[in-house]
């Protein structure tokens, strides 16, 4: 399958939450012009046609939202985060909703949503049901390591597409605010780390990307603090699944998934 026909996959469940991630996912599709499959796993065969009445009206409203689209519908059965999952594998990118609240609410509970991010080959994108849809700038938290590329450059692909300023934040890893026996190199030494590391990892970028207008951070509050508060008025934060690099605190999962719970915005998590 080529890229252009991979489809973007968004889980659905009747909640408010799975519905905006669909209507996101149906934004994205277009500007990739790429399709849309909405998918709700159904394990109660007694309601399957109410299962698939409610992915129609989802389909229904996201056509409704974004006219030319090639939608497509799918009721299946299985367990919710393992067939996310296996869809990720054909698939350009899955979109879900931060935590189920509708018929189908044990379909895309956060742990679910969580457990996608954490596992899906393909980038996930995580929607917060009261996530405003705003026009300010793509965030991306940066850590130093080889994982984190991936996700940087889907940062840079996204504001490309959106015309957007990409934010790049660098933070100092978690270690550098725990209290221990041992002292913490310089601060300012640090700092200017964090700055050089930024700035080397955003150069083969900004040459690919003259396009996109970046504006570099580089922060000395906790990771998870430093990304939330960048978040803030942004229309979506894209972080690495782990960090391996010198800042290996910066982007492990236990902040990724901080991010996750907490962003007041979608959550792109890239698989390194």
């Not at 209507?23 to 998918?39: D, F």
């Not at 935590?99 to 996930?124: C, E, I, K, N, Y």
């Not at 996204?158 to 015309?163: F, G, M, V, Y």
Request: a negative charge; one cysteine or more; proline letters at 8%.
């Amino acid at each position: 399958m080529t890229r252009a026909k991979q489809p973007i996959v968004a889980g659905v469940d009747g909640s408010e939450s799975s519905m905006q991630a669909a209507l996101w996912a149906a934004g994205e599709a277009q500007l990739l012009s790429a399709p849309l499959l909405l998918v709700l796993v159904n394990n109660d065969p007694i309601r399957k046609p109410y299962a698939e009445e409610v992915v129609r009206d989802i389909g229904s409203r996201c056509q409704e939202a974004v006219t030319e689209l090639e939608i497509s519908e799918e009721v299946t059965y299985g367990h919710p985060a393992e067939e996310l999952v296996h869809r990720s594998a054909s698939a350009r990118l899955v979109v879900v909703g931060s935590r189920g609240q509708g018929a189908f609410r044990d379909t895309l509970l956060g742990s679910t949503s969580a457990a996608v991010a954490t596992h899906a080959s393909s980038p996930v994108v995580v929607v917060p049901s009261d996530s405003a849809d705003l026009p300010g700038p793509v965030v991306a938290g940066v850590d130093g390591s080889p994982g984190c590329r991936p996700a940087l450059r889907f940062a840079f692909e996204i504001a490309n597409r959106r015309r957007s300023e990409l934010v790049a934040l660098q933070a100092l890893p978690n270690a550098y605010f725990i209290p221990g026996p041992y002292d913490h190199p310089d601060r300012d030494e640090l700092l200017a780390h964090a700055k050089q590391q930024l700035t080397e990892q955003l150069s083969p970028l900004t040459a690919s990307y003259p396009e996109v207008v970046v504006r570099q951070v580089v922060s000395n509050i906790p990771p998870v603090q430093a990304l939330h508060e960048a978040a803030e008025h942004a229309q979506l934060l894209v972080v690495g699944h782990r960090g391996r690099g010198g800042f290996t605190g910066l982007l492990i999962g236990s902040v990724a998934r901080g991010v996750l719970h907490h962003a007041p915005c979608p959550v792109a998590v890239v698989p390194g």
